[in-house]
């Protein structure tokens, strides 16, 4: 994964830029009874890692992070990210794969999501896309899986906005940089893919 600054939203897509993103795998099918086992897991959940089959028959090891996002306007939201070991605590997103079941893979990476909320009820998580293509993944993911999801988790959209005075000004800071915020609202079912939110959480149903 690659670090971010405290000004930058921390991706979900940006953590897991290895998969091969085309059209054709835009749609996910969630099943939490079809997961990889784990090779190795953290006691508090904060790390995973395991075995994703490639469709050339190779197998590559993917590290799963759980992490708290680094935004004060959003506390106690963790992100949820994963790609191949970097080597370094983190994992690449420079490499691309073509793993052979893309719903398994994130079958299990939600599925890790899950268990970390199970053990941090109080918490949300969040996912995210970089590009427009790997957000409108995410999009649809929420809603082609809405009525198995709605069984696990409360689905949250969030866009940003920035405050507008009455006197027609902006908010900023102290450099003239104007503060976006966050505004989370019960996710838009309706919403299509064409409006897309900035950001994607979920909590415990």
């Keep these: 994964m690659t670090k971010r600054s405290s000004k930058q939203l921390h991706k979900f897509s940006n953590q897991k830029s290895d998969i091969n993103y085309s ?46 996002l680094d935004n004060s306007y959003m506390p106690n939201v963790y992100n949820l990210g994963f790609g191949p070991p970097d080597g370094n605590g983190g994992f690449l997103d420079n490499i691309r794969l073509k793993h052979a079941d893309i719903d ?46 709605d069984e696990f988790f409360f689905p949250i959209g969030v866009d940003w906005y920035v405050r507008i005075f009455r006197d027609g000004h902006y908010e900023a800071d102290e450099h003239g940089n104007y503060i976006a915020k966050p505004r989370p609202e019960p996710f838009d079912f309706d919403r299509s893919r064409h409006d897309l939110y900035r950001y994607y959480m979920f909590q415990l149903t």
């Design 23 to 68: 059209r054709k795998n835009m749609k996910i099918t969630i099943n939490f009874d079809d997961t990889y086992l784990p090779v190795k897991i953290q006691n508090d959940l904060s790390e995973m890692t395991f075995s994703s089959p490639q469709t050339d028959g190779s197998e590559v090891l993917i590290v799963v992070i759980v992490e708290r």
């Design 104 to 149: 398994k893979l994130f079958s299990t990476v939600l599925f890790h999501g899950l268990n970390f909320l199970q053990i941090n009820p109080q918490l949300t998580m969040g996912v995210d896309g970089s590009d427009d293509l790997r957000a409108t993944m995410y999009h649809l993911m929420f809603k082609t899986n809405r009525d198995y999801l």
